[in-house]
């Protein structure tokens, strides 16, 4: 098999991602105050859940995590290094929302282009990267009890970015055009876009009839 | 491709289901004080959530919401009717139980046959016609942290006619009268029971020791 | 088709497996003081979910569950006989907790040994062991809005028991010896680690960082 640079983006992408997720599962177990085993856990829960629901739902089985075990050792590895550095478990918030943010970005590009290497329309494809872009924070989310990331309200956006670089990817790709700088560079504006709405506060308007004020 | 009456019909079970599953999504969403994109992701989850499931525990992949792209359009599209009509956040428990009562009805149907077209046992079809009708509904719940509506107290019946209608339906194949007049009759009784049920209160017996007043 | 004593094994580890997680699903229902239904239904769920996850993310389609009709049969069963015996809905922690238990050893061994069967890595083989013991518990624990049981604070030793006896049951099926003796035998296993850790309080450390005393 020969390594082309395209090939070392796609798995610069996925590993990027893997460790990202991982640390927000570890860092979330961390703040509900979970044991080593737990904050383990969810850590490869959250790496691993966003490419399983994909894998599972365009037909890619034995799911990915399954036959590449890196995955896994890459989050047990992501957790420990979590555990190790961080000693508490307040003000977690940030760095969680980062590490997501980051996951979010590599695993939506990631989701797309597996779903048109299935064959799947183009339309299809991204939904399936934004499927694989969420659902590993969704099941974090569920399995943590938490109010899942994507509704949360005055979330700032989170679909919107998947959306918009899952769009980007699979039409660069149907343009001949998702080599390594596509790939990296359309990660990265997901992940700029989240970043800069969490940090300005960004938010989707509600719709009418909503209160303002509390939650 | 020929289109008769009984296409027509299974189409029609399905395109009904998906609106009402969305529209009671996005009402859930409404109460919850979702913004914009939580209103139509938490829509379009409801949705084409119980039939991924089906295609995936029977084998129908990639599934049917990747491939039939209408049925996310027209949840999408639901979703922005809701958005557009209902102006408040208080008083949607009732119009959400009847929209989730509709989608009970017509994806316990349409399951039901697709688990006979895939060759499972009548008894297999009728569970899958169950999964498929209460998935969405289940999903909505776990995503918006609300007691699954199949569990909660005092429930009027929910599984009960689904599992009636789900048996019904695959009788009536089996004899070879599962026609349009057939399927949409079948998904007719489940809405007609369980909305009765609703008005009327009815619920099964919780069996002995239990507290009686308080939930 | 001949039976032999391996085949009879497996069946029963599959079948006291299904009986023990039906019952304990059924005892958390009689907790949340639900219907009849909900009680037969969180008994399904929490009786197949896990083999139905191993058999979705392995390729294993249809699921098992819904070819071996005996499996929900049997849950329905357990399900009335909980609903027959247990008439308060007080004290039912332990024994859900030993049902639980006895669940966990016999998926975890049965999990491994399907997907060696399906010619998985013997590392991903562990792992779909350790997801088929604790899947139907999450699932269960997620339905009942209880927070997921391998994720509680300071709850005893769940998900190492399950990766010891799916690394035994792996390594002594690579070495030949899986017979009758070696499934009953690490099941058992699996089943004792638990009871004692939950018997004497054995936990994971919390790492750094951690609050002492309260949740």
């Keep these: 098999m020969v390594w082309d640079l395209e090939m070392l983006a796609r798995l610069g992408l996925s590993a990027t991602g893997v460790i990202a997720f991982a640390a927000s599962g570890a860092l979330e177990a961390k703040r509900r105050e979970m044991d080593a085993v737990g904050i383990i856990t969810l850590a490869c829960c959250t790496a691993v859940g966003g490419g399983m629901i994909r894998d599972v739902l365009i037909g890619a089985i034995p799911v990915a995590a399954l036959v590449?075990?890196?995955m896994l050792a890459l989050s047990v590895l992501a957790a420990l290094v979590v555990m190790v550095l961080v000693r508490t478990w307040e003000r977690l918030r940030i760095p969680l929302l980062l590490c997501?943010?980051?996951?979010l970005g590599m695993f939506t590009v990631d989701g797309a282009l597996k779903g048109l290497a299935f064959?799947?329309?183009p339309a299809s494809a991204v939904v399936v990267g934004v499927i694989t872009g969420v659902g590993g924070g969704i099941l974090r989310d569920i399995l943590a009890r938490e109010v899942p990331i994507v509704f949360r309200w005055r979330s700032p956006l989170y679909v919107v970015p998947?959306?918009?670089?899952?769009a980007l990817i699979v039409g660069l790709s149907l343009a001949g055009w998702a080599g390594s700088a596509g790939m990296l560079g359309t990660a990265g504006l997901i992940v700029a876009i989240r970043v800069v709405a969490l940090r300005y506060g960004?938010?989707?308007p509600r719709g009418r009839g909503a209160r303002s004020g509390q939650r």
């Design 202 to 204: 960004w938010h989707v």
């Design 100 to 103: 997501d943010a980051v996951g």
């Design 119 to 121: 064959g799947l329309h």
């Design 68 to 70: 590449d075990l890196w």
């Design 162 to 166: 998947a959306l918009l670089g899952g």
